[in-house]
Structure formats: C-alpha cells, structure tokens
DNA sequence: CCCTGATTCGC
DNA sequence: GCGAATCAGG
C-alpha cells in the first residue's frame, strides 16, 4: 500500500488533530497499523508532539551536598496497623481482618530483606501443610 | 493488560 | 521508503 497523496494528507490533518496514532489508523484502513502511521508521521518530519511518554531526565535536580540533616525520622516500626497506602517495602504484608472492613489493615512490622513478611507471619506464611491427601483446600486460618 | 509514541533494522 | 518488532513509559 503505497501512501497517496490523500492518505498523507488525511494522516497530517489526523495527526495535529490530536488523534492516536492507533486512531489514525483505524480511520486510513484496516490494513494500517499504528505503526506504519507512527513511522510515517515520522519520516515526514511531523512532530513529536504530546507523547504521553516522558522521557524528561527530572530538571533541576536539587543536589543537595551538604547540610545533611542526619537521620532524622528513623522511626522503628515495632507493630502494625498500617493501611495499603502506608504500606512500603520492608514491611510485613500480612493482611489483618478483610479487604474492605473498616479496620483492614496489615502487619506492618518490620521485614527481613527480600521478605515480605516479619519473621513471625514468614514462619506462618512458609509453613509446610503436611497432610495435603484431600483435594479440598484448607480455609485460610483468618486471623484475629 | 490496556494503551502511548520512539527507534531500529531488514526488506 | 516502508513498517513490524522492539523499546520505554503510563
């Protein structure tokens, strides 16, 4: 398929009308593929223009050499009830109560590296169920 | 998993 | 010149 006059003209009107490139496609003919418009639009020199894509290298990065404030906030996170929001990496992921519920919450204790539970809901999680014979799972204990 | 445009590269 | 495949991100 070679591209007309027409088509590129339609692809240009198309193109800084803001529409998709998949968009554009789909209106020039189901055997163009965004692709083709995509590279296309490209070769005639239209412009990049809004890509949803940012590749932006972060301006302005504040650098910030010296006046450290030391560690200021390490807070030590001894027990839970730490909502989905809250909940970071070296936490404990053990849900407590039911998604949804009001008081849904997790663990929160502090994990080991790489784990996603504190030590004891690891050894909660990670325990071996010995007498596996019958085909019908075991409820998962719910806890509280 | 759906989408976006960008780039590459064999044709 | 073309566009599928791939990439990089939302």
């Not at 849900?95 to 030590?119: N, T, V, W």
Request: charged share 30%.
């Amino acid at each position: 398929m070679a591209w007309t006059e027409e088509r590129i003209e339609k692809l240009r009107k198309l193109w800084d009308d803001g529409l998709s490139a998949s968009q554009i496609a789909k209106e020039l003919g189901e055997n163009v593929t965004r692709n083709a418009v995509i590279g296309k639009a490209h070769r005639l020199g239209l412009k990049s223009r809004p890509s949803p894509v940012k590749k932006d290298a972060k301006k302005k990065a504040p650098a910030k050499p010296a006046v450290k404030k030391s560690p200021p906030k390490e807070k030590k996170i001894i027990s839970g009830k730490v909502s989905l929001l809250e909940l970071t990496d070296r936490m404990c992921k053990w849900p407590i109560g039911h998604p949804g519920d009001d008081d849904f919450h997790f663990c929160g204790k502090s994990s080991e590296a790489g784990m996603p539970y504190c030590a004891g809901h690891c050894a909660e999680a990670y325990q071996a169920q010995p007498q596996r014979k019958s085909a019908a799972p075991q409820a998962p204990r719910i806890i509280r």
